[in-house]
């Protein structure tokens, strides 16, 4: 049946907001050969072109999808892999599709709007990453919009300052009840499927927010060696972190915790730093705002071989990469939850590699 298959959403004619090409990444400088196969699949990637698409009479539920003619928008979703997941379970289409049609509160929008999210852009990195890469491609026809986001969104402190930098006509939160029927919405296509990026792109919303916030201890000096401690986050910390504090402490490495930050803290805290540590995780998506030629150690999994997020990003933004594998502290854990147990000796040595260069 129809419901079931994904809106064809019309692109041929709409205007290009950026080229695309392919973007190829160098191997980390402290590359081991045995270590390949974790990042051969990422040497080189295509990059789309980004189009703005306009569409009219769009239905947008209040968790931030998109539907019209009774068919799901393939642009709710942040990859084609999790549409189909959706689409294979038809009570859940059926049911989404009665409730945003029939018992649902309805709302006729007739302001023009801009879209910039799918169904992950309420974490901190695909906020940045990717929704915040799709306002920066469409940022001329933003200002003269409504950028429309889901209810959530509001609560979301990174959201609300990150917004700042930006202008844009208005910003229209959907209620946690109602369904908007925008009557023209504009949408800027994904930039690059995520956890890849365009550089061009990625570069200039860097200057962007840098420009905008500024950087912490401009020409001081000060918080150049930022350890990025994920010790009060719920999963994915370092469970041995105390064994590491000698090695931190003796380079000068100033300890912290992004939470502890304001998004606009963040940034600057980011942008001052020369060389920044930490293990996978949403806080290192600040990286960046780093300056180019800046160096980052990633902290990963050893048998982690999808999640080269942070290895790509490192090479859009011009950063000199450096990881360490580490083992889980739970093996039977997946890689979304998992303590890492990092070996102390090979972290000073490779805190030392950084430093001598």
């Known amino acids: 049946m129809p419901i079931f298959r994904p809106y064809d959403t019309p692109r041929d004619g709409a205007p290009v907001l950026a080229a695309g090409g392919v973007s190829r990444r160098r191997l980390p400088l402290n590359f081991s050969e045995e270590d390949l196969p974790l990042f051969e699949d990422a040497l080189e990637a295509a990059i789309p072109q980004t189009r703005l698409l306009e569409l ?32 294979d379970r038809r009570r859940s289409v059926l049911k989404f599709l009665a409730a945003n049609y029939l018992l649902r509160r309805r709302r006729k929008f007739g302001r023009d709007c801009l879209w910039i999210v799918d169904d992950w852009s309420a974490g901190y990195f695909h906020w940045l990453a990717d929704a915040l890469s799709r306002l920066y491609v469409a940022r001329d026809a933003a200002k003269d919009l409504v950028l429309l986001l889901p209810h959530r969104y509001r609560q979301l402190e990174f959201v609300q300052s990150s917004l700042k ?91 912290v915790h992004f939470e502890d930050h304001p998004f606009e803290e963040q940034v600057r805290i980011a942008a001052g730093a020369r060389v920044l540590v930490s293990n996978h995780g949403a806080g290192l998506t600040n990286i960046l705002f780093m300056n180019p030629g800046g160096r980052v150690l990633e902290l990963r999994r050893r048998d982690e071989r999808e999640r080269n997020w942070f290895f790509n990003l490192a090479s859009a933004t011009g950063l000199e990469y450096f990881y360490q594998l580490c083992d889980p502290e739970n093996p039977d854990e997946g890689p979304h939850t998992a303590n890492l147990i990092v070996d102390p000796q090979l972290f000073r040595e490779n805190i030392r590699l950084m430093l001598a260069g």
């Open 165 to 255: 930098a930006f202008a844009v006509g208005s910003v229209e939160y959907a209620g946690a009840g109602e369904v908007y029927f925008c009557r023209k919405l504009f949408m800027p296509s994904h930039v690059a499927p995520s956890g890849n990026y365009n550089e061009e792109v990625v570069r200039g919303l860097r200057e962007m927010l840098v420009g905008f916030y500024g950087r912490e201890g401009a020409g001081s000096g000060a918080g150049e060696r930022v350890y990025l401690s994920r010790g009060r986050a719920p999963k994915r910390k370092v469970s041995n972190e105390g064994e590491l504090l000698d090695t931190l402490r003796e380079f000068d490495f100033r300890v």
């Open 56 to 87: 009219e009479d769009v239905g947008v539920s209040p968790e931030g999808m998109l539907f019209k003619d009774w068919r799901i928008l393939p642009e709710s979703f942040s990859s084609p892999s999790i549409m189909e997941q959706f689409l």
